[in-house]
C-alpha cells in the first residue's frame, strides 16, 4: 500500500472515532442563546414616532373589534374606553400605559430545573413547528398527523441539542377527537420531554384543563407564583379579538401563566401592502392585545408577536423568506424594545413542499433574521414546510442541526488574548502553516461551529456510501434519534395523577369529531 493510501486510512480511523463520539446517545441541551450580537435595526427614531403615532390613532379612531365576548367590553369601558356594539375604540396613551405593567422579561419553569428559559432581554428562546394538520417524511410522504407523529416530534425535540423548548401543537393529531387531544398532547410534553411546553388555546375550558395539569405537574401554589406555559394566542388580523383567543388568553393571564399575543399577518391580505403601514397595524394589535392581558391581571406576563409573510399577488398563496417579511420583523422587533416587552417572530419558514433548495433558502433567511432582530421566543425554529400545512420530520432535524449556527453567531466575536492568536502567528511565521501549532491544538475541538448532520467528506468517500443527499442523512438521523431516545424519569405518582386526570375528563364528554 501506498504512503499516501496509509495516511487516508489513518485519518479515516480518526474521523471515524469522532464520527462515534458525535453519533453517542446524548440529552444535552443547550441553555438558550445570549446575545453578544447587535440588534439590527432598519427604522429610524423619526420613523419609530411616525409609526407609533399612527397606531395610537388607529386605537382611537379606527378601533378593534372584541367579538362574542361581552365581559372583555365591560373591562375596556371600565378601563375608559369607547365601547360601541363590539367595537372598542382606545383613547391615545392608554393601551401603552396598561401595558407598562407587563415584565419585561420572565422565567418560564420547566419539570427540568436545568432546562429554564428566561425570555426576553438579550435571551434567544427556540421552539419548534406549531400547528400543522398534516405530516411529511421521505418513506410515508404527506399525509394528515396522528398522536405517534406528535408524540415522535416530542421526543425528537428533547433530543435536539440545540431546542431549548417542546412547543405545543408540533402537530395536529387527527386521530383523537378534537375536543380530547389537547390532554393527549400535554401529557407528551409532560412526560416524553423534560423541557418547557406551552398550552392549549382551541377552547378556554381546555385552557383550563391545562393549567390544572400543570398544578398536578407542578403543584398548584408554583403554578400560581410561577409561569410554567408560554402559548399562542392569535389575533384576528386586522384588528379583531374573537372570544376563543381571548377566553383562553384570561384563563392564562389569570393565572400567572405567559402568552404570545401576536397578530397573524399575511401582507397585501390581512394588512396593508406597505412595510410601514404593516408594522402599524402590528403595533396597534399588540398594543390592544397585551393591554388586555393586563386588564384581566396586572403583572401577567406576555410577549409580543409578530406572525408576518407576504402574498403572491399572482395565486393568492403566503411567500417566506421575502425582503419585505425581514423589513417588518426587524421594525417590529425595534418597537417591541421600545415597550420593554419581550418579542416572538422568525421561524423555520418556507413555502416548499419538500426540505430542498427552496426550503432551505427561505429558512435560512428567515432563521438570521430572528437572530438578528432581537427576536426573543422564537416559535416555528424547526419542522416547518408548506407554509405551515405540514410538519416534516426531515426538515425538523436539519432545522435543529443549522439552530447550532445561530448559537455560534450569537456568541459574537472574542477578543481576549486566545482569540488574538498573537503566540501562533509568532510561532507560524510567514510561509508555515497552523495545523500543528500549539494554539491549534488548543483550540481545534471548539474552533469551529460543525454540523452533526451535514456532508464533509471527500467526493469519494461519500459515493461508496450511497451518494446521500441531505434528506437521506436527515431520515438517518430521525431513525437514530427516535431509535436512541430515552424518557426523562417522571415521578410515578404524579405521571399516573395526569393519567387519570385525563380519563377522568375523556369520560366526562363525548367525542366531538371535526
Same mark, same amino acid.
Given at each position: 500500500?501506498?504512503?499516501?493510501?496509509?495516511?487516508?486510512?489513518?485519518?479515516?480511523?480518526?474521523?471515524?472515532?469522532?464520527?462515534?463520539?458525535?453519533?453517542?446517545?446524548?440529552?444535552?441541551?443547550?441553555?438558550?442563546?445570549?446575545?453578544?450580537?447587535?440588534?439590527?435595526?432598519?427604522?429610524?427614531?423619526?420613523?419609530?414616532?411616525?409609526?407609533?403615532?399612527?397606531?395610537?390613532?388607529?386605537?382611537?379612531?379606527?378601533?378593534?373589534?372584541?367579538?362574542?365576548?361581552?365581559?372583555?367590553?365591560?373591562?375596556?369601558?371600565?378601563?375608559?374606553?369607547?365601547?360601541?356594539?363590539?367595537?372598542?375604540?382606545?383613547?391615545?396613551?392608554?393601551?401603552?400605559?396598561?401595558?407598562?405593567?407587563?415584565?419585561?422579561?420572565?422565567?418560564?419553569?420547566?419539570?427540568?430545573?436545568?432546562?429554564?428559559?428566561?425570555?426576553?432581554?438579550?435571551?434567544?428562546?427556540?421552539?419548534?413547528?406549531?400547528?400543522?394538520?398534516?405530516?411529511?417524511?421521505?418513506?410515508?410522504?404527506?399525509?394528515?398527523?396522528?398522536?405517534?407523529?406528535?408524540?415522535?416530534?416530542?421526543?425528537?425535540?428533547?433530543?435536539?441539542?440545540?431546542?431549548?423548548?417542546?412547543?405545543?401543537?408540533?402537530?395536529?393529531?387527527?386521530?383523537?377527537?378534537?375536543?380530547?387531544?389537547?390532554?393527549?398532547?400535554?401529557?407528551?410534553?409532560?412526560?416524553?420531554?423534560?423541557?418547557?411546553?406551552?398550552?392549549?388555546?382551541?377552547?378556554?375550558?381546555?385552557?383550563?384543563?391545562? *393549567?390544572?395539569?400543570?398544578?398536578?405537574?407542578?403543584?398548584?401554589?408554583?403554578?400560581?407564583?410561577?409561569?410554567?406555559?408560554?402559548?399562542?394566542?392569535?389575533?384576528?388580523?386586522?384588528?379583531?379579538?374573537?372570544? *376563543?383567543?381571548?377566553?383562553?388568553?384570561?384563563?392564562?393571564?389569570?393565572?400567572?401563566?405567559?402568552?404570545?399575543?401576536?397578530?397573524?399577518?399575511?401582507?397585501?391580505?390581512?394588512?396593508?401592502?406597505?412595510?410601514?403601514?404593516?408594522?402599524?397595524?402590528?403595533?396597534?394589535?399588540?398594543?390592544?392585545?397585551?393591554?388586555?392581558?393586563?386588564?384581566?391581571?396586572?403583572?401577567?406576563? *406576555?410577549?409580543?408577536?409578530?406572525?408576518?409573510?407576504?402574498?403572491?399577488?399572482?395565486?393568492?398563496?403566503?411567500?417566506?423568506?421575502?425582503?419585505?417579511?425581514?423589513?417588518?420583523?426587524?421594525?417590529?422587533?425595534?418597537?417591541?424594545?421600545?415597550?420593554?416587552?419581550?418579542?416572538?417572530?422568525?421561524?423555520?419558514?418556507?413555502?416548499?413542499?419538500?426540505?430542498?433548495?427552496?426550503?432551505?433558502?427561505?429558512?435560512?433567511?428567515?432563521?438570521?433574521?430572528?437572530?438578528?432582530?432581537?427576536?426573543?421566543?422564537?416559535?416555528?425554529?424547526?419542522?416547518?414546510?408548506? /407554509?405551515?400545512?405540514?410538519?416534516?420530520?426531515?426538515?425538523?432535524?436539519?432545522?435543529?442541526?443549522?439552530?447550532?449556527?445561530?448559537?455560534?453567531?450569537?456568541?459574537?466575536?472574542?477578543?481576549?488574548?486566545?482569540?488574538?492568536?498573537?503566540?501562533?502567528?509568532?510561532? *507560524?511565521?510567514?510561509?508555515?502553516?497552523?495545523?500543528?501549532?500549539?494554539?491549534?491544538?488548543?483550540?481545534?475541538?471548539?474552533?469551529?461551529?460543525?454540523?452533526?448532520?451535514?456532508?464533509?467528506?471527500?467526493?469519494?468517500?461519500?459515493?461508496?456510501?450511497?451518494?446521500?443527499?441531505?434528506?437521506?442523512?436527515?431520515?438517518?438521523?430521525?431513525?437514530?434519534?427516535?431509535?436512541?431516545?430515552?424518557?426523562?424519569?417522571?415521578?410515578?405518582?404524579?405521571?399516573?395523577?395526569?393519567?387519570?386526570?385525563?380519563?377522568?375528563?375523556?369520560?366526562?364528554?363525548?367525542?366531538?369529531? /371535526?
Amino acid at each position: 500500500m501506498s504512503e499516501t493510501g496509509t495516511r487516508r486510512r489513518a485519518r479515516g480511523g480518526g474521523g471515524a472515532a469522532r464520527r462515534a463520539a458525535r453519533s453517542a446517545v446524548s440529552f444535552e441541551t443547550a441553555k438558550y442563546i445570549e446575545r453578544n450580537i447587535p440588534n439590527f435595526e432598519v427604522l429610524t427614531e423619526e420613523a419609530l414616532e411616525i409609526i407609533e403615532a399612527n397606531a395610537e390613532t388607529i386605537l382611537e379612531e379606527v378601533g378593534v373589534n372584541f367579538v362574542n365576548n361581552p365581559a372583555a367590553l365591560d373591562r375596556w369601558r371600565d378601563a375608559g374606553a369607547d365601547v360601541q356594539g363590539e367595537r372598542v375604540r382606545i383613547p391615545k396613551g392608554l393601551a401603552r400605559k396598561l401595558c407598562a405593567t407587563a415584565p419585561s422579561q420572565f422565567t418560564q419553569h420547566a419539570r427540568n430545573p436545568e432546562r429554564n428559559v428566561v425570555i426576553g432581554g438579550n435571551n434567544l428562546v427556540l421552539a419548534p413547528v406549531y400547528g400543522p394538520p398534516f405530516v411529511h417524511d421521505a418513506k410515508g410522504g404527506r399525509r394528515y398527523a396522528k398522536m405517534e407523529d406528535f408524540q415522535n416530534f416530542v421526543k425528537l425535540g428533547y433530543m435536539s441539542k440545540w431546542l431549548h423548548h417542546s412547543g405545543g401543537t408540533v402537530c395536529e393529531p387527527t386521530d383523537v377527537a378534537v375536543n380530547k387531544r389537547h390532554l393527549d398532547m400535554l401529557h407528551a410534553h409532560m412526560t416524553l420531554s423534560d423541557k418547557p411546553f406551552m398550552g392549549s388555546v382551541t377552547e378556554p375550558s381546555r385552557a383550563q384543563d391545562s *393549567v390544572e395539569m400543570c398544578e398536578i405537574l407542578f403543584g398548584k401554589d408554583f403554578v400560581q407564583e410561577n409561569t410554567v406555559m408560554t402559548s399562542l394566542i392569535n389575533i384576528n388580523s386586522p384588528m379583531t379579538f374573537d372570544d *376563543v383567543m381571548m377566553g383562553a388568553l384570561e384563563v392564562y393571564a389569570q393565572n400567572n401563566q405567559a402568552c404570545i399575543i401576536s397578530p397573524f399577518i399575511v401582507g397585501g391580505a390581512m394588512a396593508p401592502v406597505s412595510v410601514a403601514g404593516t408594522l402599524t397595524q402590528v403595533l396597534a394589535e399588540g398594543l390592544a392585545g397585551i393591554a388586555y392581558s393586563q386588564l384581566i391581571r396586572p403583572g401577567a406576563p *406576555v410577549i409580543m408577536g409578530a406572525f408576518v409573510t407576504s402574498i403572491d399577488m399572482n395565486s393568492g398563496a403566503p411567500t417566506f423568506g421575502t425582503p419585505e417579511a425581514s423589513q417588518i420583523t426587524y421594525g417590529a422587533g425595534q418597537l417591541a424594545r421600545r415597550l420593554g416587552l419581550p418579542y416572538r417572530s422568525a421561524g423555520s419558514f418556507c413555502g416548499s413542499k419538500l426540505p430542498d433548495a427552496q426550503a432551505a433558502y427561505e429558512t435560512a433567511n428567515s432563521l438570521n433574521m430572528g437572530l438578528l432582530a432581537g427576536v426573543n421566543f422564537m416559535l416555528h425554529a424547526c419542522g416547518w414546510l408548506e /407554509g405551515g400545512l405540514a410538519a416534516s420530520y426531515e426538515k425538523f432535524v436539519m432545522d435543529a442541526d443549522q439552530l447550532g449556527a445561530l448559537h455560534k453567531m450569537a456568541q459574537g466575536v472574542a477578543i481576549d488574548d486566545n482569540a488574538q492568536a498573537m503566540d501562533a502567528i509568532r510561532e *507560524v511565521g510567514p510561509g508555515g502553516h497552523y495545523l500543528g501549532c500549539a494554539h491549534t491544538q488548543a483550540n481545534f475541538k471548539t474552533a469551529f461551529w460543525r454540523s452533526d448532520l451535514l456532508d464533509y467528506k471527500p467526493f469519494e468517500t461519500w459515493a461508496e456510501e450511497g451518494s446521500r443527499d441531505t434528506m437521506a442523512l436527515a431520515s438517518a438521523r430521525v431513525e437514530k434519534l427516535l431509535a436512541d431516545y430515552q424518557q426523562p424519569a417522571i415521578d410515578p405518582a404524579v405521571n399516573e395523577a395526569l393519567s387519570s386526570y385525563i380519563a377522568n375528563k375523556k369520560a366526562s364528554m363525548p367525542d366531538v369529531i /371535526g
